[in-house]
C-alpha cells in the first residue's frame, strides 16, 4: 500500500514538470486554441472592481482589469457585487460540468 502511494505521489509530482516554453498565453488542454480566441466576460468582485474572466469548460483564467496607468478599474455598484456578466464561458467547445 505504501509503495503504490509513493509511486502514485511520484507520477503527480513528474507530471507537473512539463515544459511549456515561453508562451503562456496559449491553452494548451484538450480544446486547445490561444486564449485570445476565447470569450472574455468581467465579474465584479466584493469590493466593486472588475476582473477578466473567462472558462473554457475545464479550466478557468482571470486576472485584474486595469486602467491604462495600470490601476485597477472599480465601477461596479452595490447591486452589481459578486456577480459574473457577459458571455465568459463562451468560444470553448467543452460545457461547465456545473
Given at each position: 500500500?505504501?509503495?503504490?502511494?509513493?509511486?502514485v505521489?511520484?507520477?503527480?509530482?513528474?507530471?507537473?514538470?512539463?515544459n511549456?516554453?515561453e508562451n503562456?498565453?496559449?491553452?494548451r488542454?484538450?480544446?486547445?486554441?490561444p486564449?485570445?480566441e476565447?470569450q472574455?466576460?468581467?465579474?465584479?468582485d466584493?469590493?466593486g472592481?472588475?476582473h477578466?474572466?473567462i472558462d473554457?469548460g475545464i479550466?478557468?483564467y482571470?486576472?485584474?482589469?486595469l486602467?491604462?496607468?495600470g490601476?485597477?478599474?472599480?465601477?461596479g455598484?452595490?447591486?452589481?457585487?459578486?456577480?459574473?456578466?457577459g458571455?465568459f464561458?463562451?468560444?470553448?467547445?467543452?460545457g461547465?460540468?456545473?
Open positions: 500500500m505504501t509503495r503504490t502511494l509513493v509511486l505521489g511520484l507520477c503527480v509530482a513528474l507530471a507537473a514538470c512539463e511549456v516554453g503562456k498565453g496559449y491553452d488542454g484538450i480544446d486547445s486554441k486564449l485570445s476565447l472574455a466576460g468581467i465579474w465584479i466584493p469590493n472592481c472588475d477578466w474572466i473554457d479550466e478557468g482571470l486576472s485584474p482589469r486602467d491604462p496607468q490601476r485597477p478599474v472599480c465601477s455598484n452595490a447591486s452589481e457585487r459578486n456577480t459574473a456578466i458571455d464561458k463562451g468560444g470553448s467547445s467543452f461547465d460540468a456545473l
